[in-house]
């Protein structure tokens, strides 16, 4: 019985060091960047998707969520954008995953008021970013995941805007505004995996993030395989 245990036990130790050499993530840095979407709102981090990810597959894992981040506009309450952030990042990532725009694309409709928030600066600072990113990790890989659907129109411009500007640069996109399985639109969907119910339409709960992670697994693995 003892020789038995054992040689399972052998057995299983070399199965699990097969799947760490088949992995490529295991082992590797990754650093997340972006608003409440990356700092998880008021949930604890280790329920984000992407801290799931890091721990499944045996990575290093850094997380730069800020609430309220913009990606192209530095905010009174909410601090510097993105744009301004990313050089604070790890200096050794392997996986750099940019998860924004929300915060821009609600505050596009105030353009009138608020000379800042123009669809032409944030493609200026989302050119800066992704330009600034490539010349900071040019060993890495760099994915970037977009906001959900929302009945405001303008998401759907920062959407097809981000899109347009990281493909001109080979920065895959996940379109999560069309793509994501994440019905965010829909009320009693929210009130399911949004840790605010209804009333929230940007921050999954617990349950929401593990709907989520298989779908952002296969797109980041994707380009890794």
């Known amino acids: 019985m003892k020789k038995t245990i054992l ?3 052998a057995l299983i130790t070399t199965a699990i060091g097969a799947m760490a050499q088949n992995d490529p993530l295991a082992g590797k840095r990754i650093g997340v960047i972006g608003d ?5 709102h ?20 850094y997380n730069y969520g800020r ?22 990042m790890n200096d050794s990532l392997d996986v750099v995953v940019v998860i924004a725009g929300h915060n821009d694309a609600a505050r596009l409709a105030n353009a ?33 995941f ?18 347009d500007i990281c493909g001109s640069m080979g920065i895959p996109v996940f379109d999560a505004y ?5 019905f965010a639109r829909s009320d009693q969907f929210r009130q399911i995996y949004f840790q605010g119910g209804k009333r929230d ?17 296969h797109f980041i693995l994707q380009y890794l395989q």
Not at 201 to 217: C, M, Q, S, T
């Open 67 to 88: 609430n309220g981040s913009c990606v192209s506009i530095d905010m009174k309450t909410w601090g510097p954008a993105v744009v301004n952030r990313y050089q604070q």
């Open 112 to 144: 009138v008021t608020d000379s800042t928030t123009t669809l032409n600066n944030y493609r200026e600072q989302c050119t800066k970013l992704c330009k600034g990113l490539i010349e900071k990790y040019p060993r890495a890989y760099i994915y970037w």
């Open 42 to 61: 008021q949930n604890p981090v280790e329920y984000a998707w992407h801290s799931k990810l890091a721990k499944k597959h045996g990575m290093k894992y």
């Open 201 to 217: 339409h940007a921050h999954l709960n617990n349950k929401g993030h593990d709907r989520f992670l298989p779908i952002a697994e």
């Open 178 to 182: 069309q793509n994501s399985n994440i």
């Open 146 to 163: 977009t906001p959900w659907a929302n009945d405001n129109p303008n998401f759907k411009v920062i959407v097809d805007a981000t899109k």
């Open 7 to 9: 040689l399972l036990a």
């Open 36 to 40: 409440s979407y990356v700092k998880n």
